[in-house]
């Protein structure tokens, strides 16, 4: 597609749009929180990604973000309904 690839673990962390979280002690109803938006989050990207696989005709790689939308999207359901019970 013309563009760079990612080099190393550094490079990856330049681009890295999801944030960590690394607070000691999260209460875990705050960390399926956001789990549930990291994922909610992650759909959304993966989605802006299908679209341009679509435009480049990279039916391969649009197959398999279709596949990671779908999980994101169920962790995001799960994690909705495990917070439904703890609240």
Do not use: Y
Not at 34 to 47: H, P, V
Not at 69 to 83: G, I, K, P, Q
């Amino acid at each position: 597609m013309g563009a760079s690839t990612v080099r190393s673990i550094s490079d990856i962390s330049r681009h890295q749009r999801l944030k960590d979280n690394n607070e000691e002690g999260l209460p875990p109803f705050r960390m399926f929180e956001e789990l549930r938006a990291d994922n909610q989050q992650l759909t959304i990207f993966l989605r802006r990604l299908h679209e341009v696989c679509e435009r480049h005709n990279d039916v391969a790689t649009a197959s398999l973000i279709e596949i990671w939308v779908d999980e994101a999207e169920r962790r995001a359901w799960f994690l909705s309904e495990t917070l439904v019970d703890v609240r």
